[in-house]
């Protein structure tokens, strides 16, 4: 009689990664679930982890996106080129029987969307500057000023492809002067 595997490994995830990656690490069973020894090797001894990935239901295991069998006594894995979002992962052992233990929990990474790089030395292309108004479904641009030509653009703040420029830059139209006022930059 062919004993099942404990499925008392840890599932880790953690380490540094790529954007888009998560990094799996486990420790592999060392007791069957009789509580008797999981032999080094031989019959019944360890011969691989199934890794299964994929969307979250909560804090559970959701949709299986894909898997991958890694040869013991390997005990970590890496998933690459995900979208962002929250990814869960569990993980399986595999004996020589053909046997495969009970999953681990779920666990879980929060994959955030890459930031672009800001561009760099920006300056005004266009001299209008603008105010930007939003209301509750969209944004509008009012003209309130100019700025002289080479006026330098913050590239850390932008709206919808405009950037802030300098107030005390601003040659004002009349008596309304925001705090923040953007322009098109190049």
Known sequence: MHRLLIALFACLLSLPAAAGDMVLTWTHPTKNTDNTNIPASGPGSLTGTRVEWGTCSGNNFGTKAGEQVVAAPAATFTVTNLAPGKWCARVYARNTYSQESAPTNAVSKVLE????????????????????????????????????????????????????????????????????????CS
């Open 113 to 184: 969307a890459p930031t672009p790089n800001p561009p760099s030395d920006l300056t005004v292309r266009d001299l209008v500057v603008y105010q930007v108004i939003g209301t509750l479904d969209r944004i509008a641009l009012l003209p309130v000023g100019t700025v002289p030509a080479g006026t330098t653009c913050d590239p850390t703040q932008t709206v919808n492809g405009f950037y802030a420029v300098p107030r005390a830059a601003v040659t004002w139209y009349g008596s309304v002067k925001p705090q923040v006022v953007v322009a098109s």
